[in-house]
């Protein structure tokens, strides 16, 4: 915990609305929607590969937030009024200071590993929005998890739900943070000094909004995400694990995560028995498939080849009309 008690009153007024922290037993099963090649790559390597947002398909992931926060930052009234001008120059210069260096450096070891929340009601259908968005347009699976076991007080992971908020309740909810976080400015007072963790403070906040939050339009994804932030990572658990990989959009950053390094040598949990079911997507799901995954799993990993189920969905694919449009 912070003992700076001005910085932790700060935090406390950021923080008010932040979704808390699941304790293991609050997590739910997450379903990774995904190729069937990938499915391969993890049962072979044992591997799951974490995606730096700015190289993710939706352009506002990361991004918009971050934006969205230094705008407002800049321009906010409330935080022009809340102290005198050299602390709130101050102010601005280590905010500015900070997302430079996020900018520049730290977002580059960002990386997200994105679910679905999963329950009986979607059961082995998984949900349709999920397989035309990202489970191969039905020629995919689904890897659910119980991920609870990551859930340690020493584990560099953050874990938490997605809200969904359109742009117009983004740029209310940045105005209302900045507003009660002046107010707190002006309440605690302090040095020009103490501006600095305020600021430290500030950034922190907008950077959890910004990852974990989406446009309203997303919101049938039903998306949980597990976050590593190298900064956060202060005894190095993962920085070994910090990697690359070469595809169709050329080379990026990942982070090429193996379960056994949360909990120390020897004692992580078991990727075998975090995978619960794999859910082949409605296209893919024939019986020849079926048996061919489950072979496939046999050489790899034998304990899913007895986890594997089909979605019943009716599914038609999203195909080009063989006739002319006039």
Same mark, same amino acid.
């Given at each position: ?8 009153? =700060? ?15 609050q ?7 995904? !190729?069937?090649?990938?499915l ?5 390597t ?11 398909n939706?352009v ?6 971050m ?6 930052v800049?321009?906010?009234a ?9 602390h709130y ?7 500015d200071?900070?997302?430079a260096a /996020?900018?520049?450096?730290?977002a580059?070891?960002?990386?997200v590993?994105?679910c679905?929340?999963?329950d009986?009601? %979607? ?5 349709l !929005?999920m397989?035309?968005?990202y ?13 609870s076991? =990551?859930m340690t007080?020493d584990s ?5 739900q ?7 309740q983004?740029e209310?909810?940045m105005?209302?943070k900045?507003q009660a ?11 020009v000094?103490? =501006? ?6 500030l950034?922190e906040?907008?950077k959890l ?6 446009h309203?339009? /997303?919101?049938?994804?039903r998306?949980w995400r597990l976050?590593?932030?190298?900064e956060q990572?202060r005894?190095g658990?993962?920085t070994?694990?910090l990697?690359?990989a070469?595809?169709?959009?050329g ?6 995560f $193996?379960?056994d390094?949360?909990?120390g040598?020897g004692?992580g949990?078991s ?7 794999i ?5 893919l799901?024939?019986p =020849?498939a079926l048996?061919?995954?489950e072979?496939m799993?046999?050489?790899?990993q034998?304990?899913?080849a ?5 979605? !019943? $969905?009716?599914y ?8 002319? %449009?006039t």
């Open positions: 915990m912070l003992q700076d008690p001005r910085r932790q009153a =700060l935090d406390d007024v950021l923080r008010a609305d932040l979704h808390v922290h699941p304790l293991p037993s997590l739910p099963l997450l379903a990774h929607y995904t !190729s069937i090649l990938t391969e790559r993890i049962a072979q044992g591997e799951i590969w974490f995606s730096n947002p700015l190289y993710m939706d506002d992931e990361l991004r918009y937030g934006n969205l926060g230094l705008h407002a800049r321009s906010h409330g935080l022009r009024e809340a102290c005198p001008p050299a120059n101050a102010l601005l210069d280590a905010f200071a900070l997302y /996020f900018d520049s450096d730290s580059f070891d960002v990386y590993f994105s679905s929340e999963h009986d009601e %979607i059961g082995d259908d998984g949900l !929005s397989w035309r968005g489970g191969g347009d039905g020629n995919g699976v689904a890897i659910v998890f119980d991920l076991a =990551l007080d560099p992971l953050l874990v938490r997605v809200q969904y908020l359109s742009y117009e983004s209310a909810w105005d209302r900045l976080f002046a107010e707190a400015l002006q309440r605690e007072g302090g040095p000094e103490a =501006l600095q963790p305020a600021a430290d403070a950034f906040r907008i909004f910004a990852l974990f939050t989406k309203r339009g /997303f919101h049938e994804e998306e976050v590593y932030l190298r990572d005894q658990v993962l070994q694990q990697h690359y070469i595809g169709p959009r080379i990026e950053p990942r982070l090429r $193996t379960t390094v949360i909990g040598p004692h949990p990727l075998r028995e975090m995978v619960r079911r859910i082949l997507g409605p296209v799901a024939t =020849l048996r061919s995954v072979r799993l046999e050489i790899y034998p304990a899913w007895a986890r594997v189920a089909r979605s !019943s $969905t009716p038609r694919s999203q195909r080009v009309p063989a006739w002319p %449009i």
